[in-house]
């Protein structure tokens, strides 16, 4: 069973940056795609980021370009680099592991807000204008 622990949430000013870090712990922590996924109030959760365990990613189109996905497999760590932060972007940012292979099978962000295997805690990201 794979444990996640978030850390880096912050309350920034719009057009600011942030570095969320997830660091996993598991048997099957260092070969499991990895997400982030972000919550707003009184909103569905939603994909922003996935990374496979050789590098290769995917993003949702609202961060395309301004948010970057990285991680270290010999730390067992998982990064989101968040530049150009929008009050849009205020919302409980979630890592989360898909050890069932779903994204591999080509699953989107959509389905795999609803179907990773292990959640991290949660990290409160706040922005404002």
């Known amino acids: 069973q794979v444990q996640l622990v978030e850390s880096g949430g912050d309350s920034v000013q719009s057009g600011g940056t942030l570095r969320l870090t997830c660091v996993a712990s598991?048997?099957?922590?260092?070969?499991?795609?990895m997400g982030w996924f972000r919550q707003a109030p009184g909103k569905e959760r939603e994909g922003v980021a996935m990374?496979?365990?050789?590098?290769?990613?995917s993003y949702g189109y609202s961060v395309k370009g301004r948010f970057t996905v990285s991680r270290d497999n010999g730390k067992n760590t998982v990064y989101l680099q968040m530049n150009d932060l929008k009050p849009d972007g205020t919302a409980m940012y979630y890592c989360?592991?898909?050890?069932?292979?779903?994204?591999?099978?080509?699953?989107?962000?959509?389905?795999?807000?609803?179907?990773?295997?292990?959640w991290g805690q949660g990290n409160q990201v706040t922005v404002s204008s």
């Open positions: 989360a592991a898909d050890d069932s292979g779903n994204w591999r099978k080509g699953w989107g962000l959509l389905l795999l807000a609803r179907a990773m295997t292990t």
């Open positions: 990374i496979d365990s050789d590098g290769s990613t």
């Open positions: 598991g048997s099957s922590s260092t070969t499991s795609s």
